[in-house]
């Protein structure tokens, strides 16, 4: 069985879709700027669960996680637009306005417009599908294809933080969640990011470290060597597991962080971004080839995170 | 218990959401252009039914439905983004292909550029969600609110068949369910009528004529007479069912025919377009009040078509 990923190469190849394969796609919209548009659908039992999180919560995530593109490509978002699909039962409750007050607190955050979007009923999933566009000075949007050989490696904030939240909240614990159900999108490191002209390659963590350095990799042509204990790791990752192991796998292969993960040439002034940003390797000329340093062992990386299928 | 209208009719007044309630957000592009663009999500076994369709089909449908919300500004549409869930036993077969092809075969026909977009697994029902964006010269969008007393109402095509597709495959024939499972988004029709600047207000028939008039008449403040003798009702209908009234009801109330209903100052010469535009009735100065004149009898006309909640 393929992969999403290979599905999505397959389109890319075979059916002559250049556009696809970044976090956003860029559309022409006038002489200054162009478009970012993203979407993304998250769908109950899958990416949330009705009993783990508020309807708030659920409202805030399905707008942070499309945020999170835009600020992947350093953009800067503008509106918004959401299908939803609402099984009867959660139609009759107060979850669809306590849905659009998380939704739109975190729009009105970020001077979001709300502009449209679609209701449905479905049998009895909930499904939330939301798209945001943004602007991006024209020419100028970060891919994932731009990385180099010699760039460095960097990240921002800290890894595994969501993760460990669910592995705590499938314990029962609560406390831990808030990485997992209030995600914050980086939208404004993003545009600092873009303004210093050095990020040559940016994608959000969604699917995880691994996997989406993957990413990167495969669209540049290029490989990583990433150094284990420069990965900046989650203190509640620390809180919840004991094992160095599991708190490596956890910042490795963890999805859901939303922080960002980019390439930057080597005169990138990291002590700009105060402790915010972390480098954590840098770009060989290995293609498609990423390898972990640990201690004194070079291991293979693999794009373990998170996939659907 | 509310409607989904009465839901976003809250949203758009307590909210200050005032983008909405069209068939797409009208958003700045450039000097010369809007930008238009819509979402519609479509559910297994709400929206279509896999075994009646091929995944060519529900495809091209998905597509089709946003396209015809493009045709219903008076716009172009330029490209789409796309996001499907899929239940794992779906993802394992060749719907995948067969979908994207039925897609990619109406987006290539319009000149649509696939954009990007956002697979996800569902636990059991097959979901997809299409978002498609135009152009229209700027201000000139053609919104439902613009309909006045005195305008001519009229409609595309004739309608009725997709539900009495509907009814045909409910009885286990197939042979009348082209419109239902392969509907025309009436693009081209919308930018000739776009072009004779006398279109005053316009929908796509997705919920039916009784229910998508309603928003013409809620959004335009007005009220809308219609002759039930003038109502173009296709052929499918006559030979599904044989009652007129089951006719009737078919052509007023089925949804998903995707024609267009438009109000337009008297003078329009509607000899233009042939027999592919009927006038149907007229604009009156009744707030919100609309009725049918049937033979010698005035009946109160219903919004009673399709809606999810």
């Not at 599905?7 to 696809?20: A, G, Q, T, V």
């Not at 990385?147 to 609560?174: H, I, K, M, Q, Y």
Request: with cysteine; charged share 25%; hydrophobic share 40%.
């Amino acid at each position: 069985m393929q992969t999403e990923f290979g599905f999505i190469r397959n389109l890319r190849n075979y059916r002559n879709f250049s556009l696809i394969g970044d976090d956003c796609a860029v559309l022409p919209k006038d002489s200054d700027n162009d478009l970012v548009i993203t979407l993304d659908m998250l769908v109950e039992n899958v990416d949330f669960r009705l009993r783990w999180a508020t309807p708030e919560q659920i409202g805030h995530k399905a707008l942070a996680v499309s945020l999170s593109d835009i600020a992947a490509m350093g953009g800067i978002p503008k509106w918004t637009l959401l299908s939803i699909a609402f099984p009867a039962e959660v139609w009759k409750t107060d979850f669809p306005d306590r849905f659009y007050d998380g939704y739109c607190k975190l729009a009105e955050r970020f001077g979001v417009e709300f502009a449209g979007g679609d209701i449905s009923q479905s049998p009895d999933t909930l499904i939330v599908d939301s798209v945001v566009g943004g602007e991006v000075e024209h020419g100028r949007a970060i891919l994932r294809s731009g990385a180099r050989p010699g760039d460095l490696v960097c990240v921002s904030g800290s890894l595994g933080g969501a993760a460990a939240g669910l592995a705590a909240l499938e314990r029962g614990a609560t406390a831990d969640s808030a990485r997992l159900l209030l995600p914050e999108p980086r939208v404004e490191l993003g545009r600092r990011l873009f303004a210093t002209g050095q990020v040559t390659a940016m994608i959000d963590i969604s699917d995880g470290l691994s996997g989406d350095l993957w990413h990167i990799c495969e669209m540049s042509g290029v490989g990583a060597s990433i150094d284990a204990a420069s990965i900046p790791i989650d203190p509640i990752v620390h809180s919840v597991f004991s094992e160095r192991s599991d708190r490596l796998d956890c910042a490795l292969n963890g999805g859901e962080d939303f922080e960002l993960l980019f390439s930057v040439s080597p005169e990138f002034a990291v002590a700009d971004f105060e402790n915010d940003v972390s480098v954590i390797g840098e770009i060989t000329a290995n293609a498609e080839i990423m390898e972990l340093k640990d201690g004194n062992r070079t291991i293979p990386l693999n794009p373990d995170s998170f996939r659907h299928f």
